[in-house]
């Protein structure tokens, strides 16, 4: 470890800008993204599952506040859900004295929170998608079987159903990737706050900017790779037979 | 009642100018992705890996680095032209990009790579005994685009146009960060300065709503008619 940073600094020894230090930012700020879009995905996907399941349901008080829910969500911009969230918690009088400031005075937090509700009302369409999409033979199968609507649901719909929507999921993870630098305007030190602060400090704006667009292209090819893989796996039996 | 401080007008100027960008840069990405889909769908080499590039690039990368990179980058670059210009020929021009024109600029990009796969489907999915017909009648190259091609593939475009457009909408919030006024700067400006976020931010996302109702309404009518002698909507 040691050897291998001399022998960075001496590769980047006439490289003014790229300098050991700048590249620690980037990586901080690669560390804050992955956590960021990762813990977010993660909470978003568990509350969809049940979201998506209630969104289908006969009861209208479980139905249409689910699909307001969504709809809002999807409807209006992610900066205006980080900002209003953001500012919402921190303008609340008195907040600054309760033990919540602890944990809300880093934006992390608010941002994370936003994220999560944004992602979960995605994911909550996409997998209402799938759900719908189930044929009616493989239900009238387990309805034959003598399975309840609840069984149904946990060993026939609900695993199908993830798999059909594993496509539309992936698109998801990279739009979140994309929309999490977002995060950088509400001062978290993320990928593209990184480069904000390089380029505000070397006013070097092409390096700062076309470096950290590098680097997000590599993440959305390394995503784009996993899920082909995964679908590749999960989605075999759906693939036209050869040979 | 709701008391937004005076900002009302501030706010409604703001919206405004987000329609604008917005339309604008519809109307750019449109062209851009009519000029992509053409090139990826041509047989020139250099043209389809110029077009597979751009999607594939602008589709990686997020927004808001984009745009700050043609922001805070085009700037600088179109600066280095206009003085290579003033030494070389002593041309003295200045050309000062603003806010406005790079948000146009840059979600007209982003969003014609989008727009080039959505155009790119919808001519593909116009059956090709359509065209011939169209040219065995004798009509140009050119004729048979404009009364055979466009209209049909219009009709397969336009649920992924409509999409596009509501992405394209809600994206165009992000040029308050590199200083453009729109609703949402005031908005934030308001939120700060009164302490009452959640009036502005929320009067601001029902506006976002508005906009965006309106617009589904619109191309529900445009599917309709791009539709005739089809029977209902599939």
């Given at each position: 470890?040691?050897?291998?940073?001399?022998?960075?600094?001496?590769?980047?020894?006439?490289?003014?800008?790229?300098t050991l230090?700048?590249?620690?930012?980037?990586?901080?700020?690669l560390t804050t993204t992955v956590q960021l879009v990762f813990l977010s995905l993660i909470i978003g996907l568990i509350a969809a599952v049940p979201l998506a399941i209630g969104r289908g349901s006969r009861h209208a008080w479980i139905?249409?506040?689910?699909?307001?829910?969504?709809?809002?969500?999807?409807?209006?911009?992610?900066?205006?859900?980080?900002?209003?969230?953001?500012?919402?918690?921190?303008?609340?009088?008195?907040?600054?004295?309760?033990?919540?400031?602890?944990?809300?005075?880093?934006?992390?937090v608010p941002a994370l929170i936003a994220f999560t509700l944004n992602t979960a009302a995605y994911t909550t369409e996409i997998f209402r998608g799938a759900i719908k999409s189930t044929s009616k033979g493989e239900i009238e199968a387990a309805r034959a079987y003598g399975m309840s609507p609840r069984l149904t649901m946990r060993r026939i719909i609900i695993p199908s159903a993830f798999r059909r929507a594993l496509p539309a999921y992936g698109n998801e993870v990279i739009f979140m990737l994309h929309a999490s630098a977002i995060a950088s305007v509400v001062t978290i030190m993320d990928l593209t706050g990184a480069a904000r602060f390089v380029y505000a400090r070397y006013y070097a704006p092409f390096e700062a900017f076309l470096f950290v667009a590098a680097i997000y292209l590599c993440l959305t090819f390394a995503?784009?790779?996993?899920?082909?893989?995964?679908?590749k796996k999960l989605l075999?039996?759906?693939q036209p037979q050869t040979g | 009642m709701l008391d937004l401080h005076g900002y009302g007008p501030r706010l409604l100027e703001g919206a405004g100018v987000t329609l604008q960008l917005a339309l604008l840069s519809l109307l750019l990405a449109v062209v851009l992705g009519l000029i992509t889909a053409s090139a990826k769908m041509s047989r020139n080499w250099f043209a389809h890996r110029i077009a597979t590039l751009y999607t594939t690039v602008i589709r990686g990368v997020p927004d808001l680095v984009l745009m700050m990179l043609l922001f805070f980058g085009g700037q600088i670059g179109v600066n280095m032209i206009t003085d290579w210009l003033y030494y070389q020929f002593d041309i003295d021009i200045f050309i000062n990009i603003n806010e406005f024109i790079a948000g146009v600029v840059t979600i007209g990009l982003i969003f014609g790579a989008y727009m080039g796969e959505t155009f790119r489907g919808a001519f593909m999915a116009v059956d090709n005994g359509q065209i011939e017909a169209g040219k065995a009648y004798g009509m140009s190259n050119s004729l048979v685009f404009r009364r055979v091609r466009f209209p049909q593939m219009m009709r397969h475009a336009l649920p992924g146009l409509s999409n596009n457009w509501m992405v394209l909408l809600k994206t165009t919030a992000l040029v308050s960060v590199i200083g453009l006024s729109?609703?949402?700067?005031?908005?934030?400006?308001?939120?700060?300065?009164?302490?009452?976020?959640?009036t502005f931010m929320i009067v601001v996302a029902i506006i976002y709503l508005l906009i965006a109702s309106v617009s589904e309404w619109l191309f529900a009518r445009l599917q309709k008619r791009y539709n005739i002698g089809y029977g209902e909507a599939d």
């Open positions: 470890m040691e050897s291998l940073l001399t022998w960075l600094e001496t590769q980047l020894a006439d490289n003014s800008i790229f230090q700048t590249l620690s930012h980037y990586g901080a700020g139905k249409w506040p689910i699909f307001a829910y969504t709809y809002v969500f999807r409807g209006t911009p992610l900066l205006i859900q980080l900002y209003l969230i953001y500012y919402g918690v921190v303008f609340v009088d008195g907040i600054q004295e309760t033990w919540l400031w602890v944990i809300l005075e880093d934006p992390f995503i784009l790779y996993f899920f082909r893989h995964l679908e075999a039996h759906l | 729109d609703m949402v700067r005031v908005a934030s400006e308001a939120s700060k300065a009164t302490r009452e976020p959640f």
